[in-house]
């Protein structure tokens, strides 16, 4: 059976293949005729987007449908506020009958070449001889490595794909490069570049990389990644013989206050002018990769402006279009 992709779903068109589910919610009717019987709302998708999706009659479901199901549905797309589809029949569809590529988004580079990319520039610039030393202590962990080259950075809102952790930690190093140019006689540029390699390392034990939707770990949860991630730097520090103890301190601190704020998960906010650099070259990339992700999420191309994005707080201007008429007041 051929899969129909989320985007390519029109009003009435009837469906016949295999989503995710992103999320589940049970729902009381709000007619007096249906009161105490209920029906279930499905948020459902794949990688080209996501539809809602409705199972009217509750009968249906023998066993509970939980996030991260694949299921084979049959049903037909109905307008109600938008486009939704009405499920006439689903079952559950095993992992190993599926194709991950329709479900999990990847990175447009390889992630071999953005490694080799990231090595590079970690050994011409990163000169001080106890950093060298622990950055390679921690690209020497094949485990960390497998991991880093496959974990997303985000279930949502920026690089929330596989590959998207190593994508982002390199667009924060490069970001930081260009900063420490700027401000060459303050940022410590080898100590800046090894603080953007860990600030994140955390996300490869946050994130389920098996799960279509990138769920927590139970650990994710309960520690978050900037607890993991200084839990993996202190543990590479210690397998440096007489690593200088200013320079863990200021790595930590680094490392617990690159959110920014105490509002948006940082322990700590910046002192350090490092951490301060390291903070918004992290702020930079990911709001960028927001904003790209919004500009190329389909808008339609005689439209000016993008759909309101909640993480955003904006609709986004695309550019003027032949039909505009602002030239012509």
């Not at 279930?40 to 023998?62: A, C, P, Q």
């Not at 590079?120 to 950093?131: G, I, Q």
């Not at 730097?233 to 210690?238: A, D, G, N, Q, S």
Request: charged content about 25%; some cysteine; aromatic content about 10%.
């Amino acid at each position: 059976m051929s899969k129909q992709f989320v985007k390519d779903l029109k009003i009435g068109s009837p469906v016949q293949s295999q989503f995710v589910v992103f999320d589940i919610q049970e729902l009381a009717y709000s007619a007096p005729s249906r009161m105490g019987e209920s029906f279930l709302k499905l948020m459902l998708g794949d990688v080209s987007g996501s539809i809602k999706g409705i199972i009217w009659d509750r009968s249906m479901v023998t066993e509970p449908i939980r996030q991260d199901d694949i299921l084979l549905i049959s049903g037909e797309v109905k307008d109600y506020h938008g486009p939704q589809l009405i499920i006439s029949y689903f079952q559950k569809v095993s992992r190993e009958h599926i194709n991950r590529a329709y479900f999990q988004p990847v990175a447009v580079r390889k992630p071999a070449e953005m490694w080799e990319a990231l090595l590079e520039v970690v050994a011409r610039r990163v000169t001080d001889e106890y950093l060298q030393k622990l950055v390679k202590v921690l690209f020497q962990d094949e485990i960390i490595v497998r991991k880093f080259l496959t974990a997303p950075a985000a279930k949502v809102i920026h690089h929330n794909y596989l590959g998207g952790l190593l994508e982002h930690t390199l667009e924060v190093i490069e970001i930081c490069c260009k900063l420490a140019a700027f401000y060459p006689d303050k940022i410590n540029e080898p100590l800046l570049l090894t603080g953007a390699v860990f600030h994140d390392i955390g996300k490869i034990e946050e994130y389920d990389q098996e799960s279509f939707t990138f769920q927590q770990t139970d650990r994710g949860r309960l520690l978050g990644h900037i607890t993991i991630g200084l839990e993996i730097l202190r543990e590479k520090i210690k397998k440096v013989p007489l690593f200088p103890d200013p320079l863990r301190l200021e790595l930590e601190h680094m490392l617990i206050s690159h959110h920014g704020e105490k509002e948006w998960g940082s322990p700590e906010i910046p002192q350090t002018i490092n951490a301060f650099a390291l903070f918004h070259a992290d702020l930079i990339s990911a709001r960028m990769k927001q904003f790209m992700q919004v500009l190329e999420s389909g808008v339609r191309n005689d439209l000016s402006w993008t759909k309101f994005d909640r993480f955003l707080g904006r609709k986004v201007f695309t550019g003027f279009k032949d039909n505009d008429d602002v030239f012509n007041e």
